[in-house]
């Protein structure tokens, strides 16, 4: 079963259960992938489905900061439980500890991608994405190549 056939599957079982919190989620979450589709003229592939969902659940992490700083805590939570309910469609992502390894031993193998952030995170995005927060990612590169 295709991750988007998941998503359509559970957003009837929230409308025949009558969750008015995950069925409008799951409709917002599906209208952001028909907008995607129809603007790459194709169907969306798991991976680019996997991609829609995390700039979604971006979208509510940033959200949650904005309804922190204005001290909105009821807006906030409500942000928190879509994200949660995002995550659920996503791979597990890799921890930090696991990260870090995964970069020590990429530098161990291309030493000569020290010097170059950008070919660095180009080839480490190619095995990592989808797998790990990239911003971690870069944050961590840039750390042990010493930039």
């Given at each position: 079963?295709s991750l988007?056939?998941?998503?359509?599957?559970d957003l009837?079982e929230?409308?025949?259960a009558?969750?008015a919190?995950?069925r409008?989620t799951l409709?917002?979450?599906?209208?952001a992938?028909?907008?995607?589709?129809i603007e790459?003229?194709h169907?969306l592939?798991?991976e680019?489905?996997i991609s829609?969902?995390?700039?979604e659940?971006?979208r509510r992490?940033e959200a949650i900061?904005?309804y922190?700083i204005?001290d909105k805590p009821?807006l906030?939570?409500?942000?928190?439980?879509?994200m949660d309910?995002?995550q659920?469609?996503?791979?597990?992502q890799?921890?930090?500890?696991?990260?870090?390894?995964?970069?020590?031993d990429?530098?161990?193998?291309?030493?000569?991608?020290?010097e170059?952030?950008?070919q660095?995170?180009?080839?480490?995005?190619?095995?990592l994405?989808?797998?790990?927060?990239?911003?971690?990612?870069?944050?961590i590169?840039k750390?042990l190549?010493g930039?």
């Amino acid at each position: 079963m295709s991750l988007l056939s998941k998503i359509e599957s559970d957003l009837l079982e929230a409308t025949k259960a009558k969750d008015a919190f995950l069925r409008d989620t799951l409709r917002y979450l599906k209208s952001a992938l028909q907008n995607v589709k129809i603007e790459r003229q194709h169907e969306l592939s798991d991976e680019e489905t996997i991609s829609v969902i995390q700039k979604e659940v971006k979208r509510r992490q940033e959200a949650i900061e904005s309804y922190k700083i204005a001290d909105k805590p009821e807006l906030a939570k409500q942000e928190q439980q879509e994200m949660d309910a995002l995550q659920k469609y996503l791979p597990a992502q890799m921890r930090e500890d696991e990260i870090r390894q995964k970069v020590t031993d990429f530098l161990a193998n291309h030493p000569e991608l020290k010097e170059n952030i950008g070919q660095l995170m180009g080839r480490l995005s190619a095995e990592l994405k989808g797998k790990a927060d990239m911003g971690l990612v870069s944050k961590i590169a840039k750390e042990l190549a010493g930039l």
